[in-house]
């Protein structure tokens, strides 16, 4: 196992790389749920269990947490698979610990280390890959035990969340992220997985066949121009031609 060492300033700075790169590698980040975070009770840690999808998630998560401002004012913490943590060393002074999946002792360990990361810190969250592996992003979520345990453990709230990735009208991805509701108390696997199952089935309805985006999805960051649409405002400008430029597909 592999302890967290967070440093406030390393956080910062790599930090900014981060979201810049997410910013530069995807058309657009958008929201949903927001009001789920804004209920939440600032005198307990949060526990929130995410699909895990895409080599992106955890550089996608960092960056949601920190612009996020009902996130942001809870430290950041992650667990990550020891074996690609090691080859990463300044992971851990952004709150990634690593864990060893390979046996279940050091699983266990692992937890141990969120339990004390969490216990009496009310301005801390610990983000979970839910199925504890990368899958394909529409199979059934099955949700392994460390969230909800964390969860009961400490008196945290338990929070799913869904990532999708979905390349529309645009030439780069653009990320869904929707949150649901927190959890009961004392809510174990199987109801982790049944909520973020639903979940993932209203991301999807919010995705509607021509790419349009729910009314509650709103933009993280400011969403990239396509190549396309590049080129049409170039020739807009050429023309002279007057009135704002749509810059959406």
């Not at 998630?57 to 809870?74: C, K, S, W």
Request: without cysteine; hydrophobic residues 50%.
């Amino acid at each position: 196992m592999l302890p967290s060492r967070r440093r406030p300033f390393a956080n910062a700075m790599i930090g900014r790389i981060i979201a810049r790169a997410v910013r530069k590698a995807f058309h657009a980040v958008l929201v949903g749920g927001r009001e789920h975070l804004a209920a939440l009770d600032d005198a307990r840690p949060l526990v929130v269990a995410a699909n895990h999808t895409n080599w992106w998630d955890g550089f996608v998560l960092h960056a949601l947490h920190h612009r996020e401002p009902m996130l942001a004012r809870r430290e950041f913490y992650l667990p990550m698979d020891a074996k690609n943590l090691r080859r990463y060393f300044f992971f851990p002074w952004l709150g990634v610990f690593g864990v060893d999946l390979d046996n279940p002792a050091g699983a266990a360990a692992g937890l141990r280390h969120a339990v004390r990361l969490l216990r009496g810190r009310p301005d801390r969250a610990a983000w979970f890959f839910a199925q504890g592996v990368l899958l394909p992003p529409r199979r059934p979520v099955i949700a392994q035990p460390g969230a909800p345990f964390l969860a009961r453990t400490t008196g945290a709230h338990l929070l799913p969340a869904i990532l999708r990735y979905e390349w529309l009208r645009e030439s780069r991805a653009t990320i869904f992220i929707r949150f649901g509701p927190p959890l009961p108390a004392g809510a174990d696997a199987k109801a982790l997985a049944a909520a973020m199952n639903a979940l993932a089935t209203e991301t999807d309805i919010a995705i509607d066949e021509a790419g349009a985006a729910a009314a509650d999805l709103t933009p993280l960051f400011p969403p990239r121009v396509s190549m396309n649409r590049r080129w049409e405002r170039l020739l807009h400008r050429l023309r002279g031609g007057s009135g704002e430029f749509d810059a959406q597909n």
